[in-house]
T-cell receptor, first 114, second 112 residues
Framework: DQQVKQNSPSLSVQEGRISILNCDYT??????FLWYKKYPAEGPTFLIS?????DKNEDGRFTVFLNKSAKHLSLHIVPSQPGDSAVYFC?????????????FGTGTRLQVTL | NAGVTQTPKFRVLKTGQSMTLLCAQD?????MYWYRQDPGMGLRLIHY???????AKGEVPDGYNVSRLKKQNFLLGLESAAPSQTSVYFC???????????FGPGTRLTVL
């Protein structure tokens, strides 16, 4: 049972436009969420996180929105740049255990075109 | 500052062989993790450690063992490799319990 779902395997966006990557979860016990970016043949890179007590967190061009009632979070990248082309993973932590045990989504491949 | 390094980068094993993957971090992090990534799946936690001398099981620990004898190193062992262990393995570390922050470049393991 996939508790963290990224239903769009791929997304293509023009340079300069907004990229919106979505993530849905089913476990209401998740209380902390993270986004990672991964380039081919490299390890993932931590991007941004959000606690369930917030509904928005910003870091430069990256903003994560959390809608707890819908069990949905999204990552907005504005403006999108060619260097943003990568696979993006969302991950979630349950509040009954350590944050060491994250549940990852399957990833969305973002391509930013010129 | 090398961050998180993994050795080796690639390895091919025959079924039943054993090997050890080495992860090293130079950031003095308490938390270290081993993940595997398979096609079409998210990263899955194998084992993790919350400090020197400690280890704990993750989501998919069967067939793997780990050791954290030194704070900077986290070793992942396969005692008797199976084709189902063909995967890309990532090590990660963090200074807090807020999840992995820094990942190594990965080890691509093929078991024939």
């Amino acid at each position: 049972d996939q508790q963290v779902k990224q239903n769009s395997p791929s997304l293509s966006v023009q340079e300069g436009r907004i990229s919106i990557l979505n993530c849905d979860y089913t476990n209401s016990m998740f209380d902390y969420f993270l986004w990672y970016k991964k380039y081919p043949a490299e390890g993932p890179t931590f991007l941004i996180s959000i606690s369930s007590i917030k509904d928005k967190n910003e870091d430069g061009r990256f903003t994560v929105f959390l809608n707890k009632s819908a069990k949905h979070l999204s990552l907005h990248i504005v403006p999108s740049q060619p260097g943003d082309s990568a696979v993006y993973f969302c991950a979630a932590r349950g509040n009954t255990g350590t944050a060491s045990k994250l549940t990852f989504g399957t990833g969305t491949r973002l391509q930013v075109t010129l | 500052n090398a961050g998180v390094t993994q050795t080796p980068k690639f390895r091919v094993l025959k079924t039943g062989q054993s090997m050890t993957l080495l992860c090293a971090q130079d950031m003095n992090h308490e938390y270290m993790y081993w993940y595997r990534q398979d096609p079409g799946m998210g990263l899955r936690l194998i084992h993790y450690s919350v400090g020197e001398g400690t280890t704990a099981k993750g989501e998919v620990p069967d067939g793997y063992n780990v050791s954290r004898l030194k704070k900077q190193n986290f070793l992942l062992g396969l005692e008797s490799a199976a084709p189902s262990q063909t995967s890309v393995y990532f090590c990660a570390s963090s200074g807090t319990s807020g999840g992995p922050r820094f990942f190594g470049p990965g080890t691509r393991l093929t078991v024939l």
